[in-house]
């Protein structure tokens, strides 16, 4: 799905906030109680940064058991290298403070870096005089780049599934990477909507760089293994739908009972549709994914 980088990830860690937190922040995850948790209005975001010429990405708020109150959690993904980032953070944490220190016990601030280089990135802003440090703020961060993706294929994590592509492996690994992608995906069918189903796949599909015959392959592949998944698998994989692998499947996959699974899919579609359009997605942006007009996705709002 051609969705901007920044919107997707946003869009990725509202829908699946609390296994992102469970995925890399397991003690963290053990003191949270996300029944009540809510994510705070955009306008009151740009507000809390003020002047600056960006917005501040997701701030929510959630309880926290070891307070019996509720705190706030600052995400805030950073694609590109920033030598100004520590002090961005620091504001921002700063702006909270000032504002929420007497509704919210504590502020904790989140860094996900999703560059593809692996370096080691600053996490702390501090000041001192010689025998005497004045200021040492650090905030939790996740470099996804140096995440071994192989400590997390046997997950059912929705967000290790979407991430996947975005972990540390070699040129030599990568169609396994894609392979185990799709394994995993076919894996949450069982308990996520279509929906959350899409989100995942957009976002996977912004990491990954698919390769039309190595692609068919490992379909093939996944069809012999999960018959029964085939025609989902294709249904959310756009890139494979543009490059027409209907063809393909007629000449090693049996087609069936084609005007009754050529209406299913039709009706799938509109289906697929609603819940993008439900899930935040324009109509643009639908349009240009499923590659259809305009004026035929406004019709199923």
């Not at 997950?155 to 991430?163: F, G, I, K, T, Y």
């Amino acid at each position: 799905m051609s969705i901007p980088h920044d919107e997707a990830f946003k869009k990725l860690l509202e829908t699946f906030f609390q296994e992102f937190i469970e995925l890399f922040f397991p003690e963290l995850d053990a003191m949270l109680d996300y029944s009540e948790t809510r994510f705070l209005m955009q306008e009151l975001l740009v507000d809390i940064v003020g002047e600056e010429a960006r917005e501040l990405d997701l701030l929510l708020e959630t309880r926290y058991k070891g307070l019996d109150g509720y705190i706030l959690i600052h995400l805030e993904p950073q694609s590109y290298r920033d030598t100004a980032f520590r002090e961005r953070m620091f504001i921002y944490f700063s702006r909270l403070f000032k504002r929420y220190r007497k509704d919210h016990k504590l502020i904790i601030p989140i860094a996900i870096f999703t560059s593809d280089e692996v370096r080691e990135e600053p996490d702390t802003l501090e000041m001192s005089i010689p025998e005497h440090s004045i200021l040492r703020f650090q905030f939790l961060k996740v470099e996804l780049r140096k995440q071994n993706w192989r400590r997390f294929i046997d997950s059912d994590n929705a967000v290790a599934a979407a991430l996947l592509a975005k972990m540390g492996y070699t040129t030599r690994e990568a169609r396994e990477v894609r392979r185990e992608f799709l394994r995993m995906f076919i894996k949450l069918r069982t308990r996520l909507d279509q929906g959350r189903l899409a989100l995942i796949m957009s976002v996977a599909d912004l990491y990954f760089k698919p390769d039309r015959i190595q692609d068919e392959e490992i379909l093939r592949e996944l069809i012999d293994h999960y018959p029964e998944e085939g025609e989902v698998i294709m249904e959310l994989m756009p890139a494979w739908k543009r490059w027409g692998y209907e063809e393909g499947k007629a000449e090693g996959i049996e087609e069936g009972k084609a005007e009754g699974k050529a209406e299913g899919k039709a009706e799938g579609q509109a289906e697929l549709i609603r819940k993008l359009l439900l899930h935040g997605f324009s109509p643009e942006e639908v349009s240009q994914a499923v590659e259809l007009p305009l004026d035929k996705i406004k019709r199923l709002m």
